[in-house]
């Protein structure tokens, strides 16, 4: 029997077991979305906007796993999944974007709505299609979740001409098969045994834990890795969660704003074993002053990571999860050192390390520090939640003072930066865990960016708990400004045009918290917990608070800045610039 | 350096965009390319060259193999291998001239493939060096127009350098 795209499209996306999708109506896509009104398998969250619902599926992604879906007419709507559509793809997250387009006849005659989404988006999908024909369009819903999925996760979009959703056609579900296409997993044996070599000849190892870890699944075999050798290991923060943060080997993140002595340990180290991650700048400061005496390992199912920006003794290419099953297994079998002994020297620096600088700030009775929020967050519920956060000040103070234990509950845009990503994306995240504390970070720059999602958690009944740190700056842009720019704050304070975010919080149904004094803090934070419904919390914090320990761009990551001495600093500064 | 990389690439719409938007995202310039079907038409293959050093050209190897629909990469530079390209000059030679720009193709084993009351049109296949020479010979008769076809190369059977 035939039956209609629209139909397909829906039969396709239960096959693939989806149970949500995020989208926004429009012109092109109306016989999708008629075909969604009475539809008992597929809910669609309606956002506000079409960023909101790409931010919503990525969180949805990242705390389960499983791809998330978003639905959205052509020409603005899916230009405004583009944002999403980046966020997801830097930070290797699976996601499928369908996005309408107009009738194939009309595809290049600047019809009304109409916009290339295929060609806009290609640099910043793993892959996208133009569906056109209808008999084609299962198939490549399930290409478009395989590649998703598979390999190094990543969006991809398919455009969907209104022709295609209405024509008609048969029901196949073809076995994927894509000749070009053959993800990388297992590790190539020879390599690993090599690594294992170097893993038992190094006094000074560390592990930089990254993104793909969480993504592969392999933070057991991490854990294991790391016990077994005794080697500390740092997290970047698309990392964090990988391996307890609360852990005496871990090392918290390094870089940029990391700790010191994750910085020290990298760059003291003679073997650095680097597990799914992609030596960002903002890890590795300037590239030729990173882990000057290390031999490195590299372990990623991403070819083009590896030799891209650092030279890697052992490579090895495959899935973390499945290398490390392997290298574990090598090294129990095969390596007879006293890790306890060999590393003792080690671990012992390190605690000094950790002991001469911990992670820390000035507490005040007078002002609320945005640290202390954080760290009374971690505190009240113990990690477990799932926390997401915007970008700035807020991300980097989660980072530093929140402790991930677990996989899955950090949702943070990592590697494109994005503003305005982290209430979305709680959104995502409260819709596949009904039952889960789910926490945004956020600050009164970011929050505002897509502050329209109120609507959607209140309509929802989505509980999400938005902890806004307000000092009424872009505080990181700020911070920079101070530090860097003669404290000319351009166009980064927004002072008295900051909104009542109680009040929009009241005005859209939900509840509004304001703490102003320290000891307010906690009051309010259990409040918002016990609530069951979606709250805005407006932490009154102070503004010229910054985040530290700093290493300025390009300087080598042990050149670091630190609160306490101002006068070191600033001379410090001096030097750099 | 200069690299020659053949690609075997899934013929469909879309796939040349992706290729050179890999090189045009990533900074690297495509110096020449050329693009066909091969004998089964479902598949095309693609002869670039571009420049860079030898960890440049790890990632551009590697970035393209990364795209789906890219079959399969080979890097001509590091075989024995054999490149060819294809020019047809548009050459107004003086009267007195005319007799040298023939003798010109015939040693470079060119054809005329047009000629007119003051132009000839020659086609000359051969590798770069080949088809430098000859221009740099025929320049000064008056080249008219002139157009390059992008390489393309094949490597020789059974001979592995290195």
Known sequence: MKITGAEIFVESLKKEGVKHIFGYPGGVVLGIFDFLYDNKDVQLILTRHEQGAVHAADGYARSTGKPGVVLVTSGPGATNTVTGIATASMDSIPIVVFSGQVPTLLIGNDAFQEADIVGISRPCTKYNFLVKNVEDLSRIVREAFYIATSGRPGPVLIDLPKDVTAGKAEFTWPEVNIRSYNPTYEGNKWMITQAANLIAKSKRAVIVAGGGVILSGGARELRELAEFTDIPVTMTLMGLGSFPGTHELSLSMPGMHGSYYANKAIQESDLLIAIGMRFDDRVTGKIDAFAPHAKIIHVDIDPTSIRKNVRVDIPIVGDVKRVLTVLNKVLKEDMKEQWAEVRNAWLRQIDAWKKERPLTYTYSNEIIKPQFVVEKIYELTKGDAIISTEVGQNQMWTAQFYKFDKPRTLLTSGGLGTMGYGFPAAIGAQLAHPNKLVIDIAGDGSIQMNIQELATAVINKLPVKVAILNNRYLGMVRQWQELFFSERYSHTKLDESVPDFVKIAEAYGAVGLRATKPNEVEPVLREAFRIKRTVFMDFVVDWKEKVFPMVPAGAPIDHMLFEEQKEKTEKKLKAVK | ?162
């Open chain 2, 1 to 162: 350096m200069r690299h020659t990389i053949s690609l075997l690439v899934e013929n469909k719409f879309g796939v040349l965009s992706r290729i050179a938007g890999l090189f045009s995202g990533r900074g690297y310039n495509i110096e020449s390319l050329s693009v066909g079907e091969t004998i089964d038409p479902q598949i095309s293959v693609m002869t670039i060259v571009t420049t860079g050093d030898d960890q440049i050209i790890e990632q551009i190897n590697k970035q393209l193999n990364k795209l789906i629909d890219v079959i399969k990469v080979i890097d001509m530079t590091e075989l024995d291998h054999v490149e060819r390209e294809m020019v047809l000059i548009k050459v107004a030679p003086k009267q007195e001239d005319k007799a040298e720009v023939l003798r010109l193709a015939e040693i470079f084993r060119g054809r005329i493939v047009d000629s007119s009351q003051r132009t000839y049109t020659i086609e000359v296949t051969g590798d770069e060096k080949k088809i430098e020479a000859i221009v740099e010979l025929l320049k000064p008769m008056g080249i008219k127009e002139f157009v390059r076809t992008g390489k393309i190369a094949i490597a020789r059977e059974g001979v592995k350098k290195g």
